[in-house]
């Protein structure tokens, strides 16, 4: 298929256009990663040309059915010092506070991840 777009009438040239639309999904487990995929990371990859769509997946549970959920996670550390902390929403605002390129400086292991994402497509 012949994808040619002209450009302004007065330049007279033709110019070949073709995006590479990169879309990445991404599993995440509960509503807070979902909501710093598409708050933090999707704008940040936008900028690069890639897509990154959130897909939330359950996770393990324990033989008594509930939801396993770890007493040393960072949420529930600052839950022991700030009682009224709201992982969803508090996390997120903190997050574009503190912003991706501070937080590439700081942790390394995400660092990786974002270079991984950024030069495996």
């Given at each position: 298929?012949?994808?040619?777009?002209?450009y302004?009438?007065?330049?007279?040239?033709?110019?070949?256009?073709?995006?590479?639309l990169?879309?990445?999904?991404?599993?995440?487990?509960?509503?807070?990663?979902?909501?710093?995929?598409?708050?933090?990371?999707?704008?940040?990859?936008?900028?690069?040309?890639?897509?990154?769509?959130?897909?939330?997946?359950?996770?393990?549970?324990?033989?008594?059915?509930?939801?396993?959920?770890?007493?040393?996670?960072?949420?529930?550390?600052?839950?022991?010092?700030?009682?009224?902390?709201?992982?969803?929403?508090?996390?997120?605002?903190?997050?574009?506070?503190?912003?991706?390129?501070?937080?590439?400086?700081k942790?390394?292991?995400f660092?990786?991840w974002?270079?991984?994402?950024?030069?495996?497509?």
């Amino acid at each position: 298929m012949d994808r040619r777009i002209f450009y302004g009438r007065n330049l007279g040239k033709k110019h070949y256009w073709r995006e590479t639309l990169k879309k990445v999904l991404i599993l995440v487990e509960g509503q807070t990663e979902e909501k710093f995929i598409k708050e933090l990371l999707a704008p940040y990859f936008e900028n690069k040309s890639i897509y990154i769509v959130p897909i939330i997946v359950s996770t393990s549970r324990r033989k008594s059915g509930s939801k396993y959920k770890g007493e040393t996670a960072p949420s529930k550390r600052i839950l022991k010092i700030y009682p009224k902390y709201q992982k969803v929403t508090d996390g997120i605002i903190i997050s574009k506070k503190i912003g991706i390129e501070k937080m590439r400086q700081k942790c390394h292991h995400f660092n990786d991840w974002i270079i991984f994402m950024e030069n495996i497509l």
